[in-house]
């Protein structure tokens, strides 16, 4: 029994100091109780002064040179303790020790040692003789101050073994683009970051001048030749730009050529000094295809937006939309007294009420499920909340549906328009401002023609105003853009949902192209066209350089990891009923005008005289509800002539 109770005890004993329970109890350890690490750096306090006490005594001197030396043994233990509370030495994580905790550390041996000077100095003056030896003093000094720091590294170094060892688990071998501070946080942030993402195993330096150097003991590469080479020749499959001195440009030439041979592309924001480890590596991403626009920042005229918006009451309608949630989020930011949020969409508005909830916002919301088209619940609303600025987002926009409905077309975007409008006008709303589309010029859709419609109606209630002079009237502005990425109906979450599903990826046609901008951006846009407009402009905004949708598509298969055509299949379907090649923002007659913001210009649209349109317009409206679909179409060509439908059955009525 006993011989048992042995061989068991030893293979217990044998299991715990095995390598792997080790290297678990490691991983599974949180971090040591201040009072520990206190208590360790007090046994290293001792073990400094006994080293000390052997140096002096080894070339014949007293480290204390009073003949009572306990009491003073104790208050060098004691001050050094002192210290350790004052400059909080204690309180970082040891295996996350960094060059801060070694300047606390220093800092509070210096303070002990002046202190003691000091102390010997006084002493002397009073008693004529010294406590303890001043160069013992620097000696002891030096000794805790560098066995403290040293068995911080030495624990960091364990717990980053132990962390960094992953046995059964394959990291992608990664290289960080750039040797700045930036990057080598970056590196640093990953080395700790559990679950490890990244097996990094160089850096790269653009400027080819550290090749001969390492960091973090891994080597610093130049690159002579693309970077795709460079990755090549050391085995990488996946490079994080973390260089701040990298342009857009370059940045994007370092993408493009990383995705041509399907290499992983990842990026950072720029890293703030007070960022801890977790935070920066969180910020690790991989590439977005919104990452890819070559877009710059916007700046927008924050005065002129604050003054339009802050304490007024602001209604927004289609808010639980991408667009009107966004002009939500950002009409937030300057501190409106009111938010009225009207979507007929229940759900989407919820999910937006919990979401602006959660944000504490001093901002009064009022959350409505109402539909547009419903002239006397849009009346009643007006009447009791009184809005001052009006963003009207609420449209159907999808062309193939709309291609099918025309009669719900014009009853939203055109009826539920007008009603906005004319409200707004009545109740002296100081600002409207309709969200329309590129696809309203030169329309080949329902769609685009419904919206176009509606932007000539907005215009004339302008030119209806300016006409009777009316210096108190309303501010029709209209704002227009092309498409937004990650925006309902966008081809970026539907490519995104293809790909996940393993394809195919659907393209109307290999040729066609499209203008894209962000949501954030688009919004940015609407309100800074809000606040500089006059009334009756048009506003279209700088789309930047078209994309082709076909290389969207192949980029979007790059950046998910795999291989267009080879993983995931790319399918041309045809040109759906009613789309273009290509969109425009201006049509063949129009002309823009400058503004001060270089990426807002105004076009100039032949205005219709209020009461012919309004007469037409009423008469679609009422042909609308008969749903008679070629009645309904052969109506908007003849208000809008410039509607040539494309791809569709009602080509038929252009002849």
């Known amino acids: 029994m006993s011989t048992n109770r042995k061989i068991n005890s030893l293979g217990m004993l044998a299991s715990f100091l095995s390598r792997k329970d080790w290297a678990l109890t490691i991983r599974n350890l949180r971090y040591l109780p201040r009072w520990i690490v206190v208590g360790i750096d ?75 000077v000091v102390l010997n100095s006084v002493f002397q003056f009073f008693y004529g003789s010294k406590i303890y030896l001043n160069t013992a003093l620097f000696i002891n000094m030096v000794l805790s101050f560098c066995s403290l720091f040293l068995y911080r590294v030495v624990v960091k170094q364990v717990f980053e073994h132990f962390f960094s060892e992953r046995n059964d688990i394959k990291l992608p071998r990664t290289i960080i683009y750039g040797t700045d501070a930036n990057a080598l946080a970056v590196a640093n942030a990953l080395k700790l970051e559990m679950p490890t993402r990244f097996k990094i195993v160089g850096f790269v330096d653009k400027n080819s001048q550290n090749s001969s150097k390492r960091m973090m003991d891994l080597p610093i590469l130049t690159q002579k030749k693309k970077l795709p080479t460079l990755m090549r020749s050391i085995g990488a499959e996946g490079v994080i730009i ?64 604050s003054k339009q918006l802050k304490d007024k009451t602001i209604l927004i309608t289609g808010a639980a939309g991408s667009i009107g949630s966004e002009i939500v989020r950002q009409v937030m930011l300057f501190k409106p007294k009111k938010i009225i949020a009207v979507d007929q969409a229940e759900t989407p508005l919820h999910n937006l009420c919990l979401e602006l909830g959660a944000l504490q916002s001093s901002v009064d919301i009022t959350t409505i499920v109402a539909d547009i088209r419903n002239k006397d619940a849009m009346r009643i609303l007006f009447s009791d909340f009184k809005p001052e ?34 409200l707004a006008s009545l109740f002296k709303v100081k600002n409207f401002v309709m969200v329309s589309t590129d696809k309203a010029v030169n329309p080949s859709n329902v769609m685009g023609a419904s919206k176009r419609i509606a932007e000539k109606y ?18 029709f502005i209209t704002t227009r853009f092309g498409n937004v990425l990650g925006s ?50 048009i506003y279209i905004f700088d789309m930047g350089k078209p994309v082709k949708i076909i290389d969207l598509a192949r980029k979007m298969i790059k950046l998910a990891g795999f291989i267009p055509d080879q993983d995931i299949k790319i399918k041309i379907v045809g040109l759906r009923p009613g789309e273009k090649l290509y969109e425009e923002l201006l049509n063949d007659t129009a002309k823009t005008i400058a503004t001060h913001h270089h990426k807002i210009m105004i076009a100039e649209e032949i205005q219709e005289e209020f009461e012919v349109l309004h007469h037409e317009i009423e008469e679609l409206i009422s042909v609308a509800n008969f749903h008679k679909k070629d009645v309904i179409v052969s109506k908007m060509k003849k208000i809008v002539p410039e509607f040539k439908s494309m791809n569709s059955t009602y080509e038929v009525l252009d002849k």
């Not at 950072?268 to 801890?276: G, Q």
């Not at 977790?278 to 919104?290: D, P, T, Y």
């Not at 990826?505 to 006059?534: N, S, W």
């Open 242 to 305: 973390a260089d701040k001195s990298l342009s857009k440009e370059e940045r994007l030439v370092i993408v493009e050529q990383c995705l041509e041979f399907n290499f992983k592309v990842y990026i950072v924001p720029l890293i703030s000094d007070w960022e801890n480890q977790k935070e920066i590596s969180q910020k690790v991403k991989s590439l977005q295809i919104e990452d890819l626009l070559d877009r710059k920042p916007i700046v927008l005229d924050g005065k002129a937006i």
């Open 389 to 422: 600025v009006v963003y009207h987002a609420a449209a159907y926009k999808h062309v193939p549906l709309m291609e099918e409905n025309p009669s719900q077309a014009i009853l939203t975007n055109v009826e539920g328009t007008k009603n906005i409008a004319d």
């Open 42 to 116: 007090l046994m290293v306090l001792i073990v400094s002064f006994f080293f000390t006490k052997l140096i002096t005594d080894g070339v014949g001197l007293y480290y204390i040179i009073n003949e009572n030396k306990t009491p003073f043994i104790f208050l060098l233990l004691g001050v050094n303790v002192i210290s350790f509370w004052i400059f909080r030495t204690y309180a970082g994580i040891i295996r996350h020790s960094s060059y801060t905790d070694a300047i606390k550390l220093l800092f509070s041996q210096v303070s002990v040692l002046v202190f003691f």
């Open 458 to 475: 907005v215009q004339s209630l302008q030119l209806k105003s300016n006409a009777d002079k009316n210096s108190k009237s309303t501010k």
């Open 488 to 537: 309902n109906g966008s081809v970026v979450p539907l490519f995104t949902k293809q790909i996940a599903a393993g394809g195919p990826i659907t393209i109307t046609h290999p040729d066609i192209i499209r203008y894209f901008m962000t949501i954030p951006e688009a919004c940015q846009l609407v309100l800074e066209a809000g606040a500089m407009g006059k009334g009756g402009e």
